[in-house]
């Protein structure tokens, strides 16, 4: 189903969006069953409004918010960064179908916040972490590399927006 959902979701059940309709969670959840996306559009407006599960994607996870998400990611579909606030990934995710940042910045705090796809970035992608990223990264966005360890960049990149070190 497709629309805005903004009521609390509580307790241990898992939430399960299907079909191909773009629906929007609102609420601040604490359900611990998960969440799966198998078709449409999920949209998550606050880091709290998929609970504190992991999320299985196979579909479009889009993250229209600000803060530290940190439920693990994983399946074949897209996450999408939208808005204008600052999101940061921080879970250990393994979706296959990439990254795509629409709006606001997102941060990776580790090599696997952004799954295994390619990156495509309009906005402001930040890696505060060290490692080897070989996720390609296009787009017109900035890359913004923050923090104390070395990073180094092996994908087959093509984004335009410039590099900053900070």
């Not at 960064?81 to 296959?96: A, F, H, I, R, V």
């Amino acid at each position: 189903t497709g629309g805005t959902f903004d009521n609390a979701i509580s307790g241990s059940g898992q939430v399960v969006k299907s079909g191909d309709d773009t629906l929007t969670l609102s609420g601040s959840n604490t359900y611990t069953g998960g969440t799966i996306i198998s078709g449409g559009t999920l949209v998550a407006s606050n880091v709290e409004a998929l609970g504190t599960g992991d999320v299985t994607n196979d579909a479009v996870l889009e993250l229209n918010t600000g803060g530290d998400f940190d439920n693990a990611i994983s399946g074949s579909g897209q996450v999408v960064k939208s808005g204008d606030e600052t999101l940061t990934l921080s879970g250990t995710n393994s979706y296959t179908d990439g990254t795509l940042i629409s709006g606001g910045t997102l941060v990776a705090t580790n090599l696997e916040a952004l799954g295994t796809g390619d990156v495509t970035n309009n906005a402001t992608l930040e890696l505060n972490t060290g490692g080897t990223f070989d996720n390609a990264i296009s787009g017109s966005g900035q890359v913004v590399k923050s923090g104390d360890d070395a990073l180094t960049l092996s994908g087959s990149n093509t984004y335009t927006g410039g590099t900053t070190i900070s």
